[in-house]
């Protein structure tokens, strides 16, 4: 793997390399390049664990996607698996995370989903890497007339908790 990804995503100390906000910025903007829509208005899903550092992330990836001309989907506080659920649900572009699971409160990182709620490829997350390393993804943005939107989904809890609730009960 690269300079940035590692087995689960970017991840390191919150406010240091490769965790920082300019990084975040350039994730928003490169993953909004390579999974925008063909045709019509593309969305990117982001939720958050409830780390101290994920609002600061979560708005530089948020600047990031609507310089693109791409709308971000805020789903606050869910679960990994939320994620890649409301993502594939909503019919969205690509999905992030912000969460370092298991490691201390000061680390945090960065993990993206394809369109179908599923772990890029490494081919892709290389990709995402090239750009950002050696292409500028700033040089990438769109005009003001094509800035993109963010919106809070105010359920996305319930409607996760829902999904899991049916998936339980079919099980039983």
Do not use: Q
């Not at 081919?123 to 939107?149: A, F, Q, W």
């Amino acid at each position: 793997m690269g300079k940035l990804f590692g087995t689960d995503g970017i991840r390191g100390v919150a406010n240091e390399y490769p965790i920082t906000c300019e990084m975040a910025m350039d994730i928003g903007r490169t993953v909004s390049h390579l999974f925008r829509a063909g045709t019509g208005r593309s969305k990117i899903v982001i939720g958050k664990d409830t780390r101290i550092s994920g609002d600061m992330i979560e708005y530089a990836l948020v600047s990031g996607i609507c310089s693109m001309g791409v709308d971000a989907v805020l789903t606050d506080v869910l679960p990994t698996p939320g994620i890649a659920y409301m993502t594939s649900s909503m019919g969205a572009n690509a999905g992030i995370v912000i969460s370092a699971s298991h490691n201390p409160f000061y680390d945090n990182g960065i993990k993206i989903f394809n369109k179908d709620g599923f772990k890029l490829s490494d081919e892709k997350e290389e990709e995402i890497e090239h750009i950002i390393l050696n292409k500028k993804p700033g040089l990438m943005c769109k005009t003001v007339r094509d800035t993109g939107r963010a919106f809070k989904i105010e359920d996305a809890a319930k409607k996760y908790a829902d999904f899991f609730e049916v998936r339980i009960t079919w099980r039983f």
